[in-house]
Every structure is written in structure tokens, then in C-alpha cells.
């Protein structure tokens, strides 16, 4: 969540799927750690015993790609014998940090680093419980976003909201740090306080918001029924979310439901595959679920197939909420579903806009990363990457309705759904 990937975080999506062009990315990180394991060897040994190629060509055929990797030892080297603090030097942290800025290198912020403590809390982040202040973040515009609040969230209850900008935490200015850094700093055990500065839309000034973390245990899925209509609250596309989901529907179908509300507002994605089974349950088999375009721009198509024990959903009236909270995988969701069903309209606000899939890759040293292998376009062709998806009756939240919470876009789907 505070993990700038949650494949879930997370918002965040991973293909378990191994495609033929991801060894492209892979030989070049491999290369790295095997260039950087040479140098840690010979600095072990000492300086003058360190032997390497002055430069190392990676792609021979082209000579635009052609690497010198002399530079890159020559700025090691003077490191470590002119920086003033030298002897405090770390060259596992420096290696890190070199693989970071490759990364960074693409200006996507979604393609990232982990060490061997980040990649803890990532996995911690997958398992839906760890301990902040329950909000997805990312990168926008090169300021730290809130992408959602989690429902009953620590960050939720003190007052955040998708969109919101973080300027400085606990009094320190995050402007110009990198997601990474700026994560470490507002995760933190339960219990403890930290103090968000924000920039909101709307204010003229900044605003400090205080949140006490807590532990995280995030649930999937929510049902709430008010006569003959379900109302499901759709919080993640994780790990969790099928079995949760697939409990509801047995709920629902043994109740006397006949109109459903899918409700995704701050649902900040997740994996890509639990996305597409959940459309596999409202669609009619055989249509497109999502597009998928690599570096090549070859597009791959995933189709919906039955699954004959939902297949009473694929007919039941449905109006969808979403709002600037809703993003990656809850966008592909709500694409899906609002191209091939006619009788579902989509109500609220605009969703986040992101429009890319990411596969996460293990490697030594209990570090990994995550990469961007492909971009979604809905089944239209269309590619929402920071444009996100329009609902066909909109409604937005007003600050007096924060106060007084009020949900205008609730009342407004159940308004449209009754009616059907």
C-alpha cells in the first residue's frame, strides 16, 4: 500500500505469466549484478587487483546501445578515494543505488527497485496485512499522489482522499525524492504518529493532516443489501479477492437479489489476473476483456470464458461506481464491463489513469523488481494512461459533502438501479 508496488499496492499489477521479451529486461539487470559481483570482489582484494574491460559492448549490432563501462568504475573509484566521508562508504547500498538509477533512467515511475527490505514489505503489502497508514501511492507529475485511501483505513479516517498531494511528512520536505524514499518515510510500526502536508485540489492552502498508523488488514470485499439490491463493495483485486468474492455470490444467489451495485470507488488495482476472473463472471464468454501492447507494439487480446456458476450475473442489471480512486486493474474491470454490457452504466467521477501492466521479477540477494512489460488499452483500443475512464453520469464529491458525509454517488446508482 505505502509500498510504491503493491501487485497487488498497490496498488500495484503482476502478470504471473512468463513472456518471451521480459529476457530482454532480464539480461541487462543480470548483467549488472554479474558486473557489479565482479567489482565486489576485486574491491575485497583491493583496488589495484580489480580487472575489467575498459568498455563492455552489450548490444554489438547497435552502435547506439554500445556501453563504456570504464565511466562507471573511474566514478566508483574516485568515490571512494576523495569523498569525504569514505571510510563510511556501503558498496552494497552504492550497487543498489546504481540499479535504482538505471531504473529510473526509463521515467516510469512504476518501474522500480527493491532491496532486501523493501521487498519484506512488499510481500508483506501482497499478504494484505502490515502496518502505516493504508493508502496507495504513486508517482504523479513527479509529486508523491494518493492514488486511494483503503477503506476504514487509518488514512481514510483521518481525512485523505484520492488526488491529495504529500509534500513533506513529519515536517520534512519529500519534494523531488524518489517514491521509494518518500514511502520509507511515512511507513512505520502501530501506534506511532506521522503528519502528511498535503496540497488538495480546490484549497488555497497547504493542509497537515495527522494519522496515528495502525495495522492494515485489508478485506477484499464487502456486501451490503438493501431489498433486492447487492450492493458490493470491491476493495482490491488481491490475493484474497476471488475466494471473499466467490463466498458473496453465494450469498447473493440464494438471497432473493435481482440488481447489483459494483462499487470500486478507491479501489486502487491490484493483479491483473484477478481482474480478468472477476470480469470472466459478468461478461458473456468470448469477449475482450483487455488489450495488451508490448515494446513492439504487438497486441495480445485476453478473452472472457464461461464460468456457468456466475452465470446468472451476466444478466442481472448492474450500475458501477468509480472515482479518481479507482485505478489500474479496476480500470480494466470497469472497461471491460462497460464496452460489452449495455445494460451497466457507470456512475461517479473520472477514474486515476493507469493505463500499463507491470510483472514483478525476483532476483539474488532477496531483491527484485518491478517492471513494465506491456500497456492495457480497454476493448475499444483505447488507451486511458493518465486520461482514465469516464462514467456515463457524472457526479462529484463536494467538500460539503465530505463534511456532512453525505454520498451523493451512492444515492445517484441506487436512484438509476431501482429504475431498472
Known amino acids: 500500500m505505502e509500498n510504491p508496488i503493491r501487485e497487488e499496492s498497490t496498488q500495484t499489477v503482476k502478470s504471473e505469466k512468463k513472456s518471451f521479451w521480459l529476457n530482454y529486461f532480464l539480461q541487462s539487470i543480470l548483467f549488472i549484478f554479474f558486473a557489479s559481483g565482479i567489482y565486489v570482489v576485486g574491491y575485497s582484494q583491493g583496488k589495484d587487483s580489480l580487472s575489467f574491460s575498459d568498455t563492455t559492448i552489450l548490444y554489438e549490432n547497435d552502435k547506439d546501445r554500445v556501453l563504456d563501462f570504464s565511466l562507471f568504475w573511474k566514478t566508483w573509484d574516485i568515490l571512494e578515494e576523495k569523498y569525504v566521508d569514505s571510510q563510511d562508504l556501503h558498496a552494497q547500498k552504492i550497487m543498489y543505488g546504481a540499479i535504482e538509477g538505471m531504473l529510473e533512467s526509463t521515467n516510469d515511475p512504476y518501474t522500480t527497485f527493491f532491496d532486501p527490505e523493501e521487498n519484506k514489505e512488499f510481500e508483506e503489502d501482497i499478504s494484505g496485512e502490515f502496518d502505516g497508514i493504508g493508502a496507495e501511492l504513486e508517482m504523479r507529475n513527479d509529486f508523491l499522489t494518493i492514488v486511494a485511501p483503503l477503506s476504514q483505513s487509518p488514512a481514510e479516517k483521518a481525512g485523505m482522499r484520492p488526488g491529495d498531494v504529500i509534500i513533506a511528512v513529519s515536517g520534512q520536505d519529500i519534494i523531488g525524492e524518489t517514491l521509494t524514499s518518500s514511502v520509507s518515510k511515512i511507513r512505520g510500526p502501530k501506534g506511532t504518529e506521522v503528519v502528511l502536508t498535503i496540497v488538495r485540489e480546490g484549497l488555497g492552502e497547504t493542509l497537515d493532516i495527522k494519522i496515528i498508523r495502525d495495522t492494515i488488514n485489508v478485506e477484499s470485499v464487502a456486501l451490503e443489501i438493501q431489498e433486492e439490491i447487492a450492493i458490493i463493495e470491491i476493495r482490491q483485486f488481491g490475493e484474497k479477492t476471488m475466494g471473499e468474492f466467490r463466498k458473496i455470490i453465494k450469498e447473493i444467489e440464494a438471497s432473493q437479489v435481482k440488481k447489483i451495485i459494483l462499487d470500486l470507488r478507491n479501489n486502487p488495482g491490484g493483479y491483473l489476473d484477478v481482474a480478468i476472473d472477476m470480469s470472466n463472471m459478468f461478461l458473456a464468454p468470448d469477449s475482450v476483456i483487455v488489450i495488451e501492447e508490448d515494446g513492439k507494439k504487438q497486441r ?90 469516464e462514467p456515463q453520469i457524472k457526479i462529484e464529491m463536494t467538500e460539503e459533502d465530505y463534511k456532512e458525509k453525505r454520498d451523493p454517488q451512492l444515492e445517484k446508482a441506487l436512484e438509476i438501479i431501482r429504475e431498472k
Not at 303 to 317: C, H, I, N
Not at 328 to 356: M, W
Open 300 to 389: 495480445r487480446e485476453t478473452v472472457s470464458r464461461r464460468v456457468p456458476e456466475t452465470d446468472f450475473l451476466t444478466s442481472l442489471p448492474t450500475v458501477l461506481l468509480i472515482n479518481k480512486g479507482s485505478a489500474s486493474a479496476s480500470e480494466i474491470f470497469t472497461g471491460a464491463l462497460q464496452y460489452h454490457r449495455d445494460d451497466i452504466v457507470v456512475v461517479g467521477e473520472k477514474s486515476f489513469g493507469k493505463g500499463s501492466v507491470q510483472e514483478l521479477v525476483s532476483l539474488p540477494q532477496n531483491t527484485s523488481i518491478k517492471i513494465t512489460v506491456a500497456r492495457w488499452l480497454t476493448p475499444a483500443g483505447e488507451q486511458i494512461d493518465t486520461k482514465g475512464i
